[in-house]
């Protein structure tokens, strides 16, 4: 299995070598106010992925610290003190205590 990875992984080295050899040609970029950047088109395809890549894990990152926080709480809420039980009436034979509403009838 460790050979047929690496053999998998030189597959897609020399796939992206011979894109880079094809696609020596320059491209260029033009921006706005008449700016342009001129540069070989496997820099500029090197470039607009870094770019997309770049903004997908900044796009990530609230939500990722809203995770993370969110898995930090229970933690936090487990070494608090304990809080005692509650005096709530023992539950019948459908599984709700007898002051308990009925729901989903």
Known sequence: MKYLLWLLKAAIFFTLFAFALNNQQD???HFFFGTQWRAPLVLVVLAAF?????VGVLGMVPRWWRHRSAAKRPVMASTAAPTPPSSNP???ATGTASSDPIHGI
């Open 27 to 29: 491209a260029t970029v």
């Open 90 to 92: 023992p539950a019948t």
């Open 50 to 54: 870094t770019l997309g890549l770049v």
